[in-house]
């Protein structure tokens, strides 16, 4: 396959107050969707779409995905089932990388590990997942954060302004590194 016919999608989760988190802890998600990336971090390709939001856990909210408690952890799955969303509505037969920095998203996302917490987020995502293969082949792969890799980094600030309930930074505007 040629890079048109690959997308990277870069995933991430953020939530200042990580240790103690409750149904009332701020997160956020974010994700970027690239065509013709390299994967290698230096910035190539384009940004297709990009989208982020607060993590709700609130069960009477049309938004609730099943997010239990505000977290790293859950902005980095919301940030996959949004991305999967994404994905049904736009794309078709594709491959599709998910890029994140969070082995435990990617590994409950793809259905490798099974999860012990915010089991309807985790059962959501996987379910998208099953439902993306059926048109595209699909794989995650791991990005080590806070390291420069530019689609890495703008995940990361899409995440970090929605828990912030900050606008986002456009692209032309935003350099890697800045929350």
């Given at each position: ?11 991430d ?32 390709g ?11 856990t ?87 954060a ?34």
């Amino acid at each position: 396959m040629n890079d048109f016919d690959l997308l990277h999608i870069y995933v991430d989760g953020s939530c200042i107050e990580n240790r103690n988190v409750t149904n009332h802890t701020k997160a956020g998600w974010g994700f970027c969707v690239i065509k013709g990336d390299t994967g290698l971090g230096r910035g190539r390709g384009e940004v297709v779409h990009e989208s982020n939001g607060e993590v709700i856990t609130n069960h009477q909210s049309p938004d609730f995905i099943g997010a239990e408690v505000g977290s790293n952890n859950t902005g980095e799955l919301s940030a996959i089932a949004h991305s999967l969303r994404w994905v049904l509505s736009n794309v078709e037969k594709m491959e599709i990388v998910i890029c994140s920095d969070s082995t435990y998203a990617g590994n409950i996302a793809s259905g490798k590990w099974k999860a012990k917490a915010n089991i309807r987020l985790a059962k959501l995502t996987q379910n998208l997942w099953k439902e993306v293969t059926f048109s595209n082949k699909l794989s995650w792969k791991h990005v080590r954060a806070h390291r420069g890799h530019r689609w890495n980094e703008r995940a990361d600030h899409l995440a970090f302004r929605a828990m912030k309930n900050e606008s986002v930074l456009p692209l032309q505007f935003w350099k890697p590194g800045l929350r």
